[in-house]
């Protein structure tokens, strides 16, 4: 299989230990649906079916898929019980544990490890599509971070991303609104400066040998108090580009108004 070069070595560990102690501390909640993670379980379908559609294929089965950042495995069981294989992996031992045992509950079987996607490439293993959903913002170096994504994605694999716009928008409803008035999100959840705007991901996974890529964003319409899938960006966002096969360009798509929100 052919996989490009990266632009930047892996030497610099992408796991930011001041995040993982964050996460360590809130372990315990990731199945309790009104915890600290309630708006993780409210979002997950519309989750789910960016997957979905980016891949193209109602069964996963089959597939192997690499999440990374998997937390208790909000995303890895669904996945799973759709007929992927998955393995997820986590920086957190605390995460881990508590996605195990969830998982052992409802039988299903996840290669779940304590390990860094950067660590991972050593075993060479690749995947059919490789996940980051509310990742990006939390790791200590994203261009080793992206540089070991696209290492462990196979040759015409997906890789599927989600984050939040740095934006007026996103500081307000993102960290204001959510951490400190509606409480969606333990307060110190994130921070504004490790949010990425859409082009520069945008620039950075087409150098990495990704194309088609397929912007969507997501917000919430608190009268009728649904989350929706749409074009807007400026706050939460997903994008799924496929892994060239020859490190040839090709064909390049964009949905989602990058001009406005970029």
Request: charged residues 20%; negative net charge; contains cysteine.
């Amino acid at each position: 299989m052919d996989i490009q070069t990266p632009r930047h070595t892996l030497l610099t560990s992408t796991v930011d230990e001041k995040e993982i102690a964050h996460f360590n501390a809130l372990a315990d909640g990731w199945w309790d649906e009104s915890g600290p993670y309630k708006i993780l379980h409210q979002i997950n379908p519309l989750r789910l079916d960016f997957i979905r559609t980016a891949v193209g294929k109602p069964s996963l089965e089959g597939l192997k898929i690499l999440d990374i950042g998997c937390g208790g495995g909000l995303i890895s069981e669904p996945l799973a019980r759709l007929g992927a294989q998955v393995t997820a992996i986590d920086g957190s031992a605390a995460n881990i544990e508590a996605a195990k045992a969830h998982a052992l509950t409802q039988g299903l079987q996840i290669d779940y490890r304590v390990e860094s996607p950067e660590n991972l490439i050593k075993f060479g293993h690749l995947y059919d599509v490789v996940l980051a959903v509310e990742v990006l913002e939390h790791v200590s170096d994203l261009n080793a971070f992206m540089d070991a994504c696209a290492q462990l994605t196979a040759p015409e694999g997906c890789l599927i991303l989600s984050t939040l716009n740095q934006t007026i928008a996103s500081y307000l409803l993102g960290i204001i609104a959510a951490e400190y008035i509606l409480k969606w999100v333990p307060q110190g959840t994130h921070q504004w400066d490790k949010f990425i705007r859409p082009r520069k991901l945008q620039q950075m996974l087409m150098c990495r040998g990704f194309e088609d890529l397929a912007f969507k964003g997501m917000s919430y319409r608190p009268f009728s108090k649904k989350w929706l899938l749409g074009d807007a960006l400026g706050v939460n966002y997903f994008v799924s580009a496929y892994r060239q096969k020859n490190g040839k360009n090709g064909n390049r798509h964009f949905f989602g108004e990058l001009s406005s929100w970029g």
